[in-house]
């Protein structure tokens, strides 16, 4: 990066300004950096749909599930199979302690994973009853969810409700409502599908689901215990882990608003579920 920033400093000097639609800094900057990282463009290109990398026990393909997310990470907007995408990736890579070569390879993926999960709700502990509420019906996916599976932690709940009045107030988002923080019984976007889960109820869902693996249904100590993950319907079939679901799933302007949006409310995403937000304040 001693390069860019020299070869920026020498050209902001010797330029005078024009009137260009573009900024000279930005044009030097696509410039220096398409020399420095056609390698990484070309790597990157391919291991978007085909780096070979394991979570929660399983086999993955690529990383084009998580654009946004790394787009969000690394603050950018740029397409994967830019320089500027790589230049980026090389500057959030020196600030990891990696080798900044601008490669989105398997090391800095999961450097950039374990950035995520380090995001999310660190206290696991399960919500005491006195800390939840059930929550009306009009809230959820399936606004027949039976009351006992209707309870969430009542900070989260008052946080969820102020995402929801302002994801109505998106005009590009279209939302049917009914109130300026109720979503109208025919939608379906940023509705519940499912919060609080006791720990007696997730063992019946493994019993029903004995392959969803580890990436699925935690084991041991789910956030859902503790009332504060939301999972939110986003798209697709609600919550099915197939790549072609999640596919379907993280082109939604639902689930783009989120990744943009939900940190103001307090929500951080689970990378890997699309559906799952965590409230961690
Ligand atoms: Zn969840």
Known sequence: MGVIVTALAVAVSAQSPRPTKKSPVTRTSSI?????????????????NDLTWTFGGKQQRGWYLYDLLIGKTLNTDDDPGTSDFAASIATWQKRRGLAADGILNEDALMSMVSQWQGNRLKNRAPATPDQL???PPADFYDSSRAEELRQVERRTYTAYKELIAAAIADPTLKLAHTAPDQLAPGETY???VSAFRSRE????????????GSAGLAVNNSPHFTG????LYVGGSPVDTKDANRAIQVKTPVYRWLVNNAERFGFRPYFYEPWHWEYVK
Do not use: H
Not at 201 to 212: I, M
């Open 32 to 48: 220096t950096s398409t020399a420095a990282f056609g390698t990484a463009v070309t790597a990157n290109t391919t291991y978007r």
């Open 133 to 135: 509420l059930t929550a």
């Open 190 to 192: 940023f509705k519940i």
């Open 201 to 212: 109820y997730q063992d019946e869902l493994r019993r029903k689901s004995p392959n969803a």
């Open 228 to 231: 504060r993950a939301l999972d």
